[in-house]
C-alpha cells in the first residue's frame, strides 16, 4: 500500500541555539517552535525566522522567573 502522508517531526519547545543546531534542524525538516523568553531575545528570534526556513515558528513569552523585570509593553 502507497504511504499517503509523510511523517513530520515537531519540536514544540525549542530556543535557538547554536548556528549548528538551527542548520540541523532546517536539513532536516524538523518543524520547530522556537521560543523567546524576553523581549531582547524575542527580536532576534523574529528577525531570524524572517529569514530561515519555514519549519522555524517564531513564539514568545515572558519567562515566569523574569516576570517582574518587564512591562506588558515591553
Known sequence: MEQLWQTLLCDAHA???SVEERKEREEG???SLL???TPKEARLLFSL???HNKCFIPTCGIHPWQAASYLLED
Open 15 to 17: 530556543h535557538l541555539g
Open 29 to 31: 525538516q524538523i518543524l
Open 35 to 37: 521560543c523567546a523568553s
Open 49 to 51: 525566522t524572517a529569514t
